[in-house]
């Protein structure tokens, strides 16, 4: 599974995305489903989304892409859904401690070039 930490994805361009986080998030995710039906973002996908950004879009999974809303934390969000899952984990992320804690559940992790990098290809 590839598991989707939004606000670090979105908070690593400096592209004004403060300004408009539920747009941000919500483009964001549009982009990970053009991605995932190209075949450039291996399935199954989890996004997780916080604080405003989580008024962007709507939970559930649409064209292999499921959006998570996170309670609280979206860091201890994603590591419950790193603890319960039984298949192997990818997680999107550069955040040293979510990193560090991911890690210690088996889960590998990237940084967020390698996913824009693939949402940004033709």
């Known amino acids: 599974m590839l598991l989707v930490d939004a606000a670090n994805v979105v ?4 592209n004004q995305w403060w300004k408009d986080r539920p ?3 919500r483009g964001l995710v549009e982009r990970i489903r053009g991605a995932t039906a ?12 916080e604080g405003a950004a989580r008024a ?3 939970e559930g999974v ?3 892409v499921e959006v998570v809303h996170a309670p609280g934390s979206g860091d201890d ?6 603890a319960q899952e039984s298949d192997p984990v990818m997680l999107v992320s550069s955040d040293r401690e979510l990193r560090r804690r991911a890690e210690s559940y088996g889960a590998d992790v990237i940084g967020p070039t390698w996913l824009l990098d693939r949402l940004d290809s033709p």
């Open 11 to 14: 908070g690593s361009r400096p």
């Open 23 to 25: 747009g941000a998030a």
């Open 38 to 49: 190209a075949g450039r973002v291996p399935e199954p996908v989890k996004v997780v989304l």
């Open 56 to 58: 962007g879009i709507d």
């Open 62 to 64: 649409v064209a292999g």
């Open 77 to 82: 969000t994603i590591i419950a859904l790193v």
